[in-house]
């Protein structure tokens, strides 16, 4: 309850906003400084000195570069300028390159301003985006710069992890509001940010205010450096044990995360009690995917994992658990190193280099000090740890030497690793300790996404994008590039009719507009997606496997999931391998044949041929077209998420595959257009977003408490626990009504159907009742209609007694006929009676299912229970 009776900075900005009549003068500098003082005052908060630089420079109406360490209250300079921009009633946009710091960032910001003054954005969710506060992604705020440019209504800009500006994918998010919002002040923040002179003279040119840099090397938790030349379980034990935990182990392969977890669940880690509270803290969570029993049996010993590969329900759960205290040990690649608030005592480098795409190399100093920085709570700890840990190669020659020495036996010595490795001693430690940041590089690029988004403003569109170009961070001959390129690609909208011209409302607006027969919310975010476009009118849309190409269209244009795609490859060179050796074929032929074996590229021959085609029109594509089969093979073999993991051993990466789905189903969704899609695609599209929301709903579980913070503050308020209220909210989960467009629900639950049928057929019983288990509550009984359990052994007897009179059904185009599928309603229970197509035509029996439509428009998802199978 004290914490509820803290005054919050709501309630100091209705010292400037409660005039009802208006037109009061604007606040005064000094008295927004006070108000901001006394509230600081009031939470037993005192400013540090860069702090308070930064503060004053800003209420002076400066660009602020704000370049101080990890964890020395970069946040409180960032509150300052939402005040004071909120008090002068302007809008402000806090910024950053992760989802899930944006989401953590805006419900910290409800809590001081209120959640009718914050909204959201991050292109999974969209709330009051009105407000005067918006907390985006860097993205986000980019292409609201394309499109407005200075008719923008955002005049205060917070920029966290700035020194994202140099990554080579995803920089120019981080540059574009620098050269089209000139009506903004700046707030840039970054521990590692380097150089800023370039950054200053560029921001006063555009934006007309003076640019200063506040620096800081002190840090409110000083770290502690050294280097361990012991095992590394050997020294994580001994972290625990002298009360340096939590320990964040920092991998750069996911394989190597996971290894060592699972090679730390020998160790000592928590007491019973603790444990107690860990089972306590977990006992409602589902583990449902196949890698889910791994990560709770590593969570129950105090053990984390923590990498992009692991589903993101996961990760929330592991930064949860930190947070409350309850990890001793997080296992994660470099992940932790961008700002999410997860308290970290000590960083353990399990190496000093890294590979980083195109080679092997020793960290860069603006990597080790982001993830070094880490170390060290305010509040929690007195010093901050960071340990580095020798060569594994070094460590074991050490042990051997002691040994030796002892024995007086001579003892070959390990070598280092031929792969992955840049040698590194404890010299290179210390000199990445002493390093500053290398300088920030421009990372400007031009892509269709970018110019559609400019294009589509009122005024003129080609002249923004022109004056863009030449006030890029660019060299001169690279502006000359850009410009080349951005013409290509601006006739290539034009030609395919994406763009059109239309004839001007005034003078000085623009010619041009993204045409109205498309979709509200066309994308084109992948390079190729106006091959995809020009080549959806080559595919024969009578085909029986017209969706499924279109699949494929959408599948080869996104990036390759090479992780997946190898064991593909592995796998259909397995086969072939038994297939050569029962053929007696010798094995110097099998070994040729073998290396011929590709992963499954289906339309291989149309696809290249096309995007040959096309190339030669469009000669600045600089991006290979790359055919493959995951979604289309999961759609061809009605394979669930889960079953697709198991089928291929994916469970170390089972994000890497829900990522790949989530790319497809938004090419499929937002730019593919509508006219191109036939009913059997429109089903797929929505069952595949059904796969997603299945799979890991956390995202948007979180974007529906989101979607009515006032419902979420109204539990806190009533007295709740904020556990209590997440979980209460939880229990009206659908935001929105997925029963409400009946057809297209349908389509949902038929797909669903298809997929059971497609196991059944396959006799793989034990992934029909494993489908069927996800639809139930924990605790739940799969039982058929008449309450008798459904088990392996009932599904065997049932089919074998199909399969005497009709051998097998059919799940062809003809098979899954909407014809097929008989539907009613009672009350606000939907039964369908799916008929089974048999080659005899008998079409005799059929699979009967119930489907409670409250209990599913609450989860959000279609919850299918199977009543029986048998004659109609």
């Not at 209705?14 to 939470?43: C, K, V, Y």
């Not at 050997?234 to 340096?244: D, I, P, R, S």
């Not at 593909?568 to 094995?587: I, P, S, V």
Request: net charge negative; charged share 25%; glycine share 6%.
């Amino acid at each position: 309850m004290a914490e509820q009776n803290k005054a919050t900075l709501k309630d100091f900005i209705a010292r400037f906003t409660a005039n009802p009549a208006g037109g009061h003068s604007a606040p005064a500098s000094e008295d927004i400084l006070e108000a901001f003082m006394e509230w600081a005052q009031s939470r037993g908060t005192t400013l540090y000195p860069a702090q308070e630089e930064a503060i004053l420079e800003l209420l002076d109406g400066k660009n602020v570069i704000l370049n101080t360490p990890t964890g020395s209250g970069k946040s409180m300079v960032a509150l300052a300028l939402h005040f004071d921009s909120i008090a002068h009633g302007r809008k402000s946009v806090y910024t950053c390159p992760i989802k899930a710091l944006v989401n953590e960032k805006w419900m910290a910001l409800c809590k001081e301003f209120g959640p009718e003054n914050v909204g959201l954005s991050t292109g999974d969710a969209t709330v009051n985006r009105d407000a005067p506060i918006l907390c985006c992604t860097a993205e986000i705020l980019s292409n609201m710069a394309l499109c407005e440019g200075e008719k923008l209504t955002i005049t205060d800009i917070v920029m966290d992890e700035f020194h994202y500006y140099s990554d080579r994918e995803r920089g120019v998010a981080w540059q574009i509001p620098l050269l089209t919002l000139p009506q903004s002040r700046f707030l840039l923040m970054s521990a590692t940010v380097g150089a800023t002179e370039f950054f200053e003279r560029e921001m006063t040119k555009h934006t007309g205010r003076q640019s200063v840099t506040v620096r800081s090397s002190q840090r409110p938790v000083p770290l502690d450096f050294s280097y361990s030349t012991t095992e590394i379980s050997t020294e994580v034990q001994k972290l625990v044990n002298e009360g340096k935990a939590p320990v964040y182990v920092v991998h750069f392969t996911q394989a190597a995360a996971a290894s060592n977890a699972q090679n730390f669940m020998s160790l000592d880690l928590c007491t019973k009690e603790e444990k107690v509270k860990i089972n306590e803290a977990i006992k409602e969570v589902r583990f449902s995917s196949p890698y889910g029993p791994d990560v709770k049996r590593w969570l129950k010993q105090g053990i984390g994992l923590h990498h992009a590969g692991l589903l993101p329900k996961y990760r929330i759960l592991c930064e949860k658990l930190a947070q409350q205290g309850l990890l001793k040990v997080i296992c994660g690649t470099d992940t932790l190193g961008v700002g999410v608030n997860v308290p970290i005592r000590t960083v353990l480098f399990t190496q000093l280099c890294k590979y980083s795409g195109d080679k092997t190399a020793i960290l860069t100093a603006r990597d080790f000090h982001q993830i070094a920085g880490r170390a060290g709570r305010k509040g929690f700890d007195n010093i901050g740890y960071v340990v580095a840990q020798a060569p594994e190669h070094v460590i074991e020659n050490l042990k051997l030497e002691a040994k030796s020495r002892q024995t007086g036996k001579k003892f070959q010595k390990r070598k280092p690793p031929e792969h992955g490795y840049v040698p590194f001693d404890e010299s290179t430690y210390r000199r990445l300790i002493d390093a500053q940041p290398e300088p920030l590089t421009s990372s400007f690029r031009v892509d269709h996404g970018m110019l559609l988004n400019i294009l589509s403003r009122e005024t003129d569109g080609c002249k923004a994008m022109r004056t863009l170009i030449k006030d890029c961070h660019e060299s001169a001959p690279s502006k000359k590039q850009l410009q080349h390129r951005s013409f290509q690609l601006f006739r290539s909208l034009v030609e395919k009719n994406i763009v059109e011209f239309v004839k001007p409302v005034a003078e000085g607006y623009s010619h041009l507009r993204v045409n109205m027969d498309l979709q509200d919310d066309f994308a084109m975010n992948q390079p190729l997606s106006l091959y995809l476009v020009d080549t959806l009118p080559k595919l024969d849309a009578e085909s029986p496997e017209y969706a499924l190409d279109v699949i494929t269209l959408c599948e080869s244009i996104v990036e390759n999931p090479e992780a997946i795609l190898r064991i593909q490859q592995n796998k259909a060179r397995t086969a072939r391998l038994d297939e050569l050796k029962a053929q007696g074929m010798e094995y110097n032929q099998r070994m040729e044949e073998i290396e011929k074996v590709e992963y499954p590229k289906p339309l291989r021959e149309f696809i290249y041929g096309t995007y040959n085609e096309f190339a030669e029109v469009h000669p600045w594509v600089d991006v290979n077209v790359e055919p493959k089969s995951i979604v289309r093979e999961m759609f061809e073999n009605f394979s669930t998420f889960s079953g697709y993991v198991k089928q291929y051993g994916l469970q170390r990466m089972e994000a890497i595959l829900l990522r790949h789905l989530n790319y497809v189903y938004k090419v499929l969704s937002q730019t593919v257009p509508d006219g191109y899609k036939n009913d059997e695609l429109h089903e797929m599209e929505d069952y595949l977003g059904d796969i997603i929301r299945r799979t890991d709903s956390s995202l948007l579980e979180e974007w529906e408490k989101m979607a009515h913070p006032e419902d979420y503050q109204k539990r806190l308020d009533a007295g709740l626990t904020e556990d209590e209220a997440e979980k209460a909210f939880g229990a009206d989960k659908a935001a929105a009504d997925i029963t409400y467009d009946k057809k297209r629900f349908l389509g949902m639950v038929r797909q669903r159907i298809f997929q059971i049928m497609g196991n059944l057929a396959k006799q793989d019983f034990a992934a029909v009742l494993d489908s069927l288990a996800d639809d139930l509550e924990e605790g739940q009984m799969l039982v058929d209609g008449e309450g008798k359990p459904w088990t392996e052994n009932m599904l065997t007897e049932i089919m074998a007694a199909y399969t005497a009179e009709h051998h097998k059904f059919r799940l062809d185009v003809e098979g899954r006929a909407l014809a097929h599928t008989i539907v009613t309603y009672e009350g606000d229970v939907m039964h369908i009676q799916q008929m089974l197509q048999d080659e005899e035509e008998f079409n005799d029996w059929s699979i009967d299912f119930e489907i409670n439509l409250a209990d599913s428009r609450e989860a959000g998802i279609p919850l299918l229970k199977l009543l029986r199978i048998g004659e109609a």
